[in-house]
């Protein structure tokens, strides 16, 4: 492989000048056919007259917004405005390169991508807006076999959610893009339907389209705050008159933290620097006709394409030098079309090996370089969805792929909006899969480690360490000294397997070296007895005179009619289809408690909350961090648990799917006769502060028996083996 040395290249960037941002943008407008379409536009465009009600305002023009606004008006909501600072697009959108991916290893997200990616291409052709489309596909690397695998798994997805992908051989990689060095590549991952778009004519296009479906957009006007009035309808304040309407959109990009802080909504987002360059042209490039797909690189952090007849390249820099978030970026008001200085340094390394894969690009100078904030969530994923807490508030930020998810994610979220759910499950987008814990800190953490990782695969099991603990139990520190491995599941650190001779676990997609690890836990519930905290569960107390009706309405069956009676329920929503599912016992005529997934806390207050009509008299309390649970699981559970009861614990006093009060090692407890691995045993629910001498008693005692700790590969392997079903909803 051609060496080209680093100095070469910052030889070559060095004797380029910042271009400031005016001039920049000055350069993209119309520069070249296709591309960079004009953004800024003072004429008045059709519609644009302020009104003082609507049905939903949208804050922001950018993507998000605007793709939100077309799809709502398609739905038939033509009654919403969307409100911009600044022009549509001058966010993050106008500035970034435009990729739309349809390679995505999660279905959901894939059918969001692969909708923007039917969309954009018929765009222009409907609404006379240049939008820029190359459909020139993608190929991403595979450089080790876990790769490989992964592609497998991709390939699955990509024939389910119906785009053309192919797993290609580096001869077949040379075939489709003859200038790349294949060094050490295995294989390539070829996406046919997707391409490169221009992201300010894309949004425009949305705009049009939008507009002309009887949607207002009201451009340099800023929102300066948000009320709710006591009808529940909300008041949008904007620098032209102030708006009443039934539904508010946060879609304000990196400045959707400011927006929420008005009506007390956390906003997980950090505002992440990336930067890309774009060359002269180059002349390989000028000779051929056709144009080379969007490559995608882990080896180089990087991805490269042609840029009409330059390149572009784009570096997910992996410096823990280098703070890659932009604190201050994109954070003041007035700033639109805002870029920073060029930063070489953080991406020199990963730019030397773009030029030793592509060697034709290594003499090109760089005509520009473009350095934008962009917004990014802990997980990388948007905040597609309902706030948390708020009845008709709703996210549509976050996004740090959001050119690619901006028509996707619009259409799903209208859905959600206009029917109260989507053709697709988005739980992997809900703003509610993060809770308080969710801070300015752990989203930082986990958002600089998303972006480093943007072509690191995540293997099964893998767990980052980024922003962790977040929220532990009290025997957290306990397990973790006894060889605990713990997964992160809403911010809680959960025991996953239990490492008892030091040993770690090799990642992958395969059977592993902790299999007879796990299979040793699976034994001991089996055989003998196990404990496991459990204490992440959501819980909640439902009371008052109308708790039962309340309760029977929300869910497919019918609460127990016995005191004690343990059901498992869904709740159901309009439609018919699954909302939560939960496990209530009775506890008296009118109190209920009632266990959800830890990841469904948010969602299931809100359900609850949101689910009580007026007239109903029902408190919900959440009791999730009052309570600790351990569950006491295995044929010998009955025996260990004799030792520190007077309760009878036999089938005919406490059987199957009953719960009651009783005194365990000296603490009254909720003990509930369930599980999910299919054996005899115990949830034994107490003040979280008990938790740990209950467990100290019972491992002690249990040690006669041989007892282990169990974690969640466990559970999974042993509930399956007796086909118990749970997270479809969690
Ligand atoms: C260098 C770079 C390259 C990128 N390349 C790609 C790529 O190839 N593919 C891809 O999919 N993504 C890419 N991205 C990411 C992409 O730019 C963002 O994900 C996307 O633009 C986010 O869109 P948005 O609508 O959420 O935010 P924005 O575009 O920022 O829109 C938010 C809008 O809200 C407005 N606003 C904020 N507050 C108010 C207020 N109070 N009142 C009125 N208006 C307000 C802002 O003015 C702004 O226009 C790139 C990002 C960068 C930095």
């Known amino acids: 492989m051609p060496n080209i040395g680093r100095r070469s290249i910052t030889l070559t960037c060095a004797a380029l000048l910042p271009i400031p941002a005016a001039a920049l943008l000055a350069l993209m407008v119309r520069t070249q056919p296709g591309r960079f379409s004009r953004i800024g536009n003072d004429q008045h465009q059709p519609g644009e007259v302020m009104k003082s009600h609507a049905r939903v305002v949208i804050i922001g023009g950018g993507m998000m917004g605007v793709g939100l606004l077309y799809h709502l008006a398609l739905?038939?909501?033509?009654?919403?405005?969307?409100?911009?600072k600044g022009e549509l697009s001058s966010g993050s959108t106008w500035h970034a390169a435009g990729q739309c991916p349809s390679f995505i290893a999660d279905y959901n997200l894939a059918k969001i991508h692969h909708y923007s990616n039917g969309l954009y291409p018929k765009l222009e052709e409907m609404t006379g807006q240049a939008t820029g489309w190359h459909g020139c596909g993608g190929i991403r690397f595979a450089t080790t076999p876990e790769e490989l695998d992964y592609f497998r798994l991709v390939e699955g997805i990509a024939a389910?959610?119906?785009?053309?992908?192919?797993?290609?051989?580096?001869?077949?990689?040379?075939?489709?893009?003859?200038?790349?060095?294949?060094?050490?590549?295995?294989?390539?991952?070829?996406?046919?339907?997707d391409g490169h778009v221009d992201p300010a004519g894309c949004c425009n296009a949305m705009a049009i389209a939008a507009r002309t479906l009887g949607a207002t957009i009201i451009r340099h006007n800023r929102v300066t705050g948000i009320n709710q009035q006591a009808s529940g309808e909300w008041e949008v304040i904007t620098e032209q008159g102030n708006i009443i309407c039934e539904h508010v959109v946060n879609a304000g990009g990196c400045y959707a933290g400011r927006i929420g802080a008005w009506v007390g909504v956390n906003v997980p987002i950090t505002n992440m620097k990336h930067q890309y360059l774009v060359t002269e042209p180059i002349p390989e490039f000028i000779e051929r006709d056709q144009e080379m797909p969007v490559m995608r690189d882990p080896y180089c952090s990087a991805y490269y394409?042609?840029?009409?007849?330059?390149?572009?390249?784009?570096?997910?820099?992996?410096?823990?030098?280098?703070?890659?978030?932009?604190e201050t970026g994109g954070q003041a008001w007035e700033s639109e079309n805002e870029l920073f200085a060029p930063e070489y340094e953080p991406i020199m390394p990963w730019l030397e090996r773009v030029m030793e894969r592509m060697p034709i690009i290594a003499d090109a100078g760089v005509v520009r370089v473009v350095n934008g904030a962009s917004p990014h969530s802990p997980d990388g994923n948007p905040l597609l969805g309902p706030a948390a807490g708020l009845r008709n508030f709703w996210l549509s930020c976050g996004a740090s792929i959001g050119i690619a998810q901006g028509a996707g994610g619009?259409?799903?979220?209208?859905?959600l909006m206009v029917h109260g759910d989507a053709e697709i499950n988005m739980l992997k987008v809900d703003p509610r899969r993060f809770g308080p814990f969710a801070d300015k800190n752990y989203t930082a953490a986990k958002s600089h480690q998303d972006y480093k990782h943007m072509y690191v695969l995540h293997l099964p099991g893998e767990e980052r360490p980024a922003g962790r603990p977040a929220q532990t139990s009290p025997l957290y520190q306990k397990l973790m000294n006894k060889g605990c491995v713990h997964a992160e599941g809403f911010g809680w650190e959960r025991p996953k397997w239990f490492s008892l001779d030091g040993r770690q676990e090799e990642y992958g997609f395969r059977r592993n070296n902790v299999f007879d690890v796990v299979a040793a836990e699976c034994r001991a519930v089996r055989e003998r007895v196990s404990i496991r905290d459990l204490s992440s569960f959501a819980k909640f107390e439902i009371s008052g005179p109308d708790a039962l009706t309340f309760l029977n309405r929300l869910c497919a069956n019918s609460v127990s009619r016995r005191q004690g009676g343990i059901v498992l329920a869904h709740a159901i929503s309009t439609n018919g289809r699954i909302q939560s599912e939960f496990t209530i016992t009775r506890l008296a005529d009118d109190r209920f408690y009632l266990l959800s997934a830890a990841a469904a806390e948010l969602r299931d207050y809100d359900l609850l909350a949101q689910g009580k009509e007026n007239h109903e008299d029902v408190t919900i309390l959440n009791l999730t961090y009052d309570y600790g649970v351990l569950l006491v699981v295995g044929p010998r559970s009955r025996e260990l648990l004799e030792k520190f009861t007077n309760a009878s614990l036999d089938n005919h006093q406490f059987p199957w799917l009953t719960g009651r009060e009783i005194e365990v090692a000296g603490i009254n407890l909720l003990a509930l006769r369930i599980n999910f691995v299919g054996e005899l045993g115990w949830e034994l629910h107490m003040p979280m502060a008990e938790l740990e001498h209950v467990y100290d008693q019972l491992w002690a005692a249990g040690e006669d028996y041989d007892i282990l700790d169990l974690g969640s590969y466990a559970v999974n392997s042993l509930r399956l083996e007796k086909l118990i079903l749970v997270g479809g909803v969690s």
């Open 410 to 415: 619009g259409k799903y979220l209208a859905e």
């Open 305 to 326: 394409r042609q840029e009409q007849k330059s390149a572009l390249i784009g570096i997910y820099e992996r410096s823990d030098t280098r703070e890659a978030w932009a």
């Open 75 to 84: 739905e038939g909501w033509d009654d919403c405005l969307l409100v911009e």
């Open 160 to 193: 389910n959610v119906g785009f053309r992908m192919q797993i290609i051989s580096p001869e077949e990689i040379k075939r489709l893009n003859p200038f790349v060095d294949t060094t050490g590549v295995l294989a390539g991952a070829w996406t046919l339907d």
